[in-house]
């Protein structure tokens, strides 16, 4: 038991988890960044596109802190973060092919 | 290096990248889960504001309730992360509490779920309603059948737990667990974002 353990500390590069206080921190920022994001929709007179915008950040931020985080990837092997963020970026490139080949955009602009 | 590679030897679960496998295949799996949902995604995008007939998400989409249910399922994800630093500190009364707590939490998000599927139903929005029931109910269906099976993988551990077969060497266990749960959370994120909040 204990050899495996240590093989798996060994596999991991750890101890590279945060400690409970950074994942209070994060966990503050989320809710946050939450409360601003759906805060946004209810100002009065706020143009679209930045409306659009200030929802796609604050989400590709709460993304990142959670992979980062939560799930460790930022103190994790680079390998792990390959095999994550290569399929992701395919994905991405799925979600905006597809969009584009459905002129999608022009509809999202129009609203 | 050479005690690592002669610890590695006694690990089956290691393999030549020094990683362990069982970590390495769910970390494939969340990025062949990325492709899955980003088609839904993209097939919803693609599809909106084509419906011929109503109703259409501005007129059914309740943003406030929709608001809680994704903060309950953020709140999850820290308390999974929780849950993990108590296994991995042997402190096995937290780590049992988190553990149930996230479940209750992921519940929670289901029964959401759920309403607001009956809801929209009894609004006359099915999955054959219009072009944004279908991509929507498919969309978000098969996340809230993803979070169910988090809860049922969740509520395996907490058993575990309880029974006195889960501790700090079995530690990688519930981090996998707890992979696939922020997994979940993360994709919740971005549907949230490009369904419910830009208008």
């Known amino acids: 038991m204990d050899s495996s353990h240590s093989a798996h500390a060994a596999a991991t590069h750890d101890g590279g988890h945060a400690s409970v206080q950074t994942y209070i921190r994060v966990a503050v ?30 989400g590709s931020l709460k993304f990142a802190l959670v992979v980062a985080f939560f799930m460790h990837l ?16 395919i994905a991405t490139a799925i979600i905006l092919v597809i969009m584009a080949l459905f002129s999608a955009f022009l509809l999202l602009a129009r609203g | 290096m050479a005690a690592e590679h002669a610890a590695a030897v006694h690990d089956p679960n290691i393999g030549c990248t020094g990683l362990d496998h069982r970590k390495m295949g769910m ?8 492709m899955f949902f980003g088609s839904l995604i993209g ?17 059914i989409l309740n943003i406030p309730l929709t608001s809680v249910s994704a903060f309950v399922l953020l709140m999850s994800s820290l308390l999974m992360v929780l849950a993990l630093a108590a296994v991995q500190r042997n402190d096995m009364k937290w780590g049992k509490i988190w553990l149930f707590m996230t479940a209750v939490l992921g519940a929670g998000f289901v029964g959401f779920q759920i309403y607001e599927f009956t809801h929209f139903v009894h609004s ?6 219009n072009l944004f029931g279908s991509t929507f109910f498919v969309l978000t269906g098969f996340h809230g059948a ?5 809860v049922i993988w969740l509520l395996a551990m907490w058993v575990l737990a309880v029974r006195g077969k889960l501790g ?17 959370d993360i994709v919740w994120i971005v549907i949230f974002a490009l369904i419910y909040l830009i208008p």
Do not use: M
Request: glycine share 12%.
């Open chain 2, 124 to 129: 006359g929005l099915t999955l054959q309603t």
């Open chain 2, 43 to 59: 097939t919803y995008l693609a599809y909106k504001g084509k419906s011929i007939n109503g109703p259409g998400p501005h007129e």
């Open chain 2, 27 to 34: 970390w494939a799996f969340l990025g062949s889960e990325c």
């Open chain 1, 74 to 89: 930022r103190y994790d092997n680079k390998l792990l973060t390959v095999l994550f963020v290569g399929p992701l970026i």
């Open chain 2, 168 to 184: 700090p060497q079995d530690s990688l266990k519930v981090e996998i667990c707890g992979l696939y749960w922020h997994f979940v």
């Open chain 1, 29 to 58: 920022v989320l809710a946050i960044l939450t409360a601003i994001e759906i805060g946004a929709l209810y100002v009065p007179g706020l143009p679209k596109h930045i409306l659009v915008t200030l929802i796609i950040i604050f």
């Open chain 2, 146 to 150: 993803h979070v169910t099976g988090g």
